[in-house]
């Protein structure tokens, strides 16, 4: 597994329910352990794993450290996409994103697409007739902490 990925507080969803058990077998590859590892300066409690989780070697909250090519941003995809076409693949977009704000955080490369969204984007721009050089703004390996 990678481990000279940068790691910060704000790439873990605050929801993100981590582990501090560092005899656990399964540490090593554990994203729970990860996050645990990068608690946000100030904060003093949160939702974590307990011992009773594990049970013969296994743990039922235990998950794959996993290491993602995250996409940034999608102003070139709409650059070369036709006037006509504009509107209404911004529109399908916004609603798969969740709405106009979420859209505009994910359009200005403020949040990292997963590579289930950026296929479903650059699908939707395929079915449309664009299919030749399609890319995000930018590409950058994160750890995995929104696939469960």
Not at 6 to 11: G, N
Not at 26 to 31: G, I, N, Q, S, V
């Amino acid at each position: 597994m990678e481990k000279n990925i940068l790691l910060t507080p704000d790439q873990i969803p605050p929801s993100y329910v981590r582990c501090f058990q560092g005899d656990c077998p399964l540490a090593d590859t554990c994203a729970r352990f990860l996050a645990g590892q990068c608690i946000p300066e100030g904060q003093e409690c949160g939702a974590a794993v307990y011992p009773t989780a594990r049970r013969d070697g296994d743990c039922k909250y235990y998950r794959q450290t996993r290491v993602i090519r995250a996409a940034y941003g999608f102003k070139a995809l709409f650059a070369e996409a036709k006037q006509k076409d504009s509107t209404p693949l911004r529109n399908r977009v916004k609603e798969y994103l969740g709405g106009h704000g979420t859209y505009y955080r994910y359009l200005h490369g403020e949040r990292p697409l997963m590579p289930e969204q950026q296929e479903w984007i650059l699908n939707l721009f395929r079915r449309n007739g664009y299919t030749e050089d399609l890319c995000f703004d930018g590409y950058r390996e994160i750890y995995d902490f929104v696939s469960d």
